[in-house]
């Protein structure tokens, strides 16, 4: 902690500084030294125990700054400056830019990316840390702007910072009613704020430029910002923003973007979160799941670190974490703090901005199949569906930046290209439109771009075991669709861990499905099934076991014989089955539908496996 020393210079400089200056222009305190130590201890101790700890809802208790903070890699610039997806940007490691950087910095970062826990570690260590840059900070001062958005009652003030500033240090100017004093007074704010802050040798840090809800506030900063960047040169300037809200450029400040986690920092965070016995088992749960991308993002790999913490695994199905870290991303993330956010988005209900978040990941998702896609397309969307939710033509580019800046699901990534953050998510909110829809789309050329997605519409329907066999029997199998889209629709099926209900078709549509698969190169000749192969070994039995938990293998066999049996060339055996006549069929089952079993093909692949 910073010596008693240090605190009692400061003091007596603030006080040495403002007297001598005041008294140039004719103007005095209205307050002595201890106001001034009071002031400054105050807000040093506030600073202190604000970034000691890092807490949100998830958490079964608060963590330690220090003991979970993991170094975070800086772009250089900003990603959306790119004029190609290909452009590599240059890395540097955060801390160093700190101590380093000649220049003032601004940490742009999508919601989550860890702006404001760097901040604190860096409060942190300049703190406790004797190591940290001792000669260029001799402690924090902290200025968060969510706690300006307010109307500035006093139209006499000196702005925000500079008045906020003031008041910081303790200072307070005897007043008059008369004109000219009261603007002598402002500048004297002014002049002094900017005196002293580079006197004291400290970090200043501006934390959340993107949670300013008042335009006029922003633009007040931004200018101000600029002033203290251009007379800084014995203290240094840190602000912190959301990537898409800080679009400025100022002489003396160098704009650096936080990057996405890699693997080697993933794993570190999860093992100063959980130990590492426990990361090692979280980190192998994760990585088997759809949604590993998410990881990539300090925001959503904590609060699944503080679910393992809490319960001693990830949620087993996949859709409630997509749900989690969409509705963090939408709403909690932002409430949790208290920020509200004004804008035309941000108007709409919750409910609403997930509808309109899923119109345009399908139609995004149908345009290209791709997580990267134009300004250009992003505003033909856009064209599209604007008038369902009472917004107006004209506003799109604000609506746009409105949802890149307020969840970060997806973000510029260069000069008019976009790109989902996590492809999860984007499948998932896909998905969600899909099956909402009045009936499965049955366009073949669209229906082959969404494996994954249609995995997912399964899952996350009413009726899992209903949807499948509408999707495969009806949709999926006329189309006759590629060994490719299937292999991808049933590894996500699997990974999706949908619960199939009771249904007797269900298995059948499962087999149905597994001999369009095992035929694809064979389709009609039977006798070329030796040279088949099976890849899908493990998936197909996963899939197989999920649906027979509550369906009985029993109506396979009431209904098809075992006509022939083969091995692949990868040695699994597959049995070629017959239908038996309709009056063969011995069926207790209240789930089967005679008609509906009718429809079902003479011939069936079926791995031996299945009917054990």
């Known amino acids: 902690m910073i010596k008693e020393a240090i605190i009692s210079e400061s003091i007596s400089l603030v006080y040495a500084i403002a007297n001598k200056q005041l008294k140039k222009i004719k103007l005095e305190l209205n307050n002595d030294k201890s106001?001034?130590?009071?002031?400054?201890?105050?807000?040093?101790?506030?600073?202190?125990?604000?970034?000691?700890e890092v807490i949100f809802k998830d958490l079964k208790s608060s963590k330690k700054t220090s003991q979970i903070f993991i170094p975070l890699d800086l772009y250089v610039y900003p990603k959306k400056i790119r004029v190609d997806s290909e452009e590599k940007i240059n890395t540097i490691p955060l801390l160093k830019v700190i101590g380093n950087e000649l220049n003032h910095v601004a940490i742009l970062g999508q919601p989550g990316a860890g702006k404001t826990t760097s901040i604190k570690?860096?409060?942190?260590?300049?703190f406790f840390d004797e190591n940290f840059y001792p000669t260029q900070f001799k402690y924090p001062i902290l200025i968060r702007l969510r706690e300006f958005n307010h109307p500035l009652k006093d139209k006499n003030s000196a702005g925000i910072l500079f008045e906020h500033l003031f008041s910081l240090f303790g200072l307070d100017i005897k007043d008059s009613p008369d004109a000219a004093h009261v603007e002598k007074i402002i500048r004297a704010k002014k002049n002094l704020s900017l005196e002293i802050l580079d006197k004291l040798k400290v970090l200043l840090v501006i934390d959340g430029f993107d949670e300013l809800t008042f335009k006029s506030h922003?633009?007040?900063?931004?200018?101000?910002?600029?002033?203290?960047a251009n007379y800084l040169e014995n203290s240094k300037l840190i602000i912190t923003s959301r990537s898409a809200d800080y679009n400025s450029t100022n002489e003396n400040i160098s704009l650096y973007e936080?990057?996405?986690?890699?693997?080697?920092?993933?794993?570190?965070?999860?093992?100063?979160?959980?130990?590492?016995?426990?990361a090692t088992r979280f980190i192998e749960e994760v990585k088997k799941s759809p949604y590993d991308d998410t990881s990539i993002r300090p925001l959503t790999i904590a609060h699944l670190c503080a679910i393992y913490e809490r319960i001693g695994k990830i949620p087993d199905k996949p859709k409630t974490v997509y749900r989690k870290i969409v509705n963090l991303l939408i709403e909690e993330w932002d409430e949790e703090r208290g920020i509200k956010r004004d804008s035309k988005y941000a108007l709409f209900e919750i409910d609403r901005k997930f509808e309109f978040l899923c119109n345009l990941s399908y139609h995004l998702t149908i345009k290209n199949g791709k997580s990267i896609f134009s300004k250009r397309d992003l505003t033909n969307v856009y064209v599209e569906i604007?008038?369902?939710?009472?917004?107006?033509?004209?506003?799109?580019?604000?609506?746009?930046?409105?949802?890149?800046?307020?969840?970060?699901?997806?973000?510029?990534?260069?000069?008019?290209?976009?790109?989902?953050?996590?492809?999860?998510?984007?499948e998932y909110l896909t998905a969600e439109y899909?099956?909402?829809?009045?009936?499965?789309?049955?366009?073949?050329?669209?229906?082959?771009?969404?494996?994954?997605?249609?995995?997912?519409?399964?899952?996350?329907?009413s009726n899992p075991s209903a949807y499948f066999i509408e999707l495969v029997n009806n949709i999926l199998l006329k189309m006759k669709l590629s060994f490719d889209f299937i292999q991808k629709f049933i590894n996500r099926l699997v990974l999706e861990k949908p619960e199939f209900y009771k249904n007797s078709k269900v298995g059948l549509s499962a087999l149905l499905l597994y001999s369009?698969?095992?035929?694809?190169?064979t389709r009609e000749t039977l006798q070329l099934s030796l040279f088949n192969s099976d890849f899908l070994i493990g998936e197909f039995e996963e899939l197989i076991d999920s649906i027979f938990r509550r369906n009985s293998k029993e109506t396979i066999l009431a209904i098809y014989d075992i006509e022939h049996t083969f091995e692949t060339i990868n040695q699994t055996?597959?049995?070629?089955?017959?239908?038996k006549n309709e009056e063969a069929w011995i069926i207790d089952d209240k789930y089967s539908d005679y008609k509906t079993l009718l429809e079902f093909p003479q011939f069936l692949h079926c791995r031996q496996s299945f009917l054990k």
């Not at 570690?121 to 300049?126: G, K, R, T, V």
């Not at 055996?573 to 239908?579: E, G, P, S, T």
């Open 35 to 52: 106001d001034i130590g009071n002031s400054l201890n105050h807000h040093i101790r506030i600073v202190k125990n604000w970034s000691s």
């Open 573 to 579: 055996k597959v049995h070629i089955l017959k239908k």
């Open 258 to 278: 936080i990057c996405p986690l890699n693997e080697q920092q993933i794993v570190c965070f999860a093992q100063k979160w959980l130990g590492k016995t426990n």
């Open 386 to 426: 604007y008038s369902d939710f009472d917004l107006e033509i004209s506003d799109s580019s604000d609506v746009i930046l409105d949802i890149e800046s307020h969840t970060g699901l997806f973000v510029q990534a260069g000069y008019e290209f976009y790109e989902f953050a996590h492809k999860s998510i984007q």
């Open 434 to 461: 899909i099956v909402k829809l009045p009936t499965i789309p049955n366009n073949k050329r669209l229906i082959q771009r969404l494996p994954n997605e249609l995995a997912i519409t399964i899952t996350i329907s």
């Open 218 to 228: 922003r633009e007040i900063v931004i200018k101000e910002v600029g002033e203290i």
């Open 516 to 521: 369009n698969y095992m035929s694809q190169k």
């Open 121 to 126: 570690f860096i409060c942190q260590s300049i």
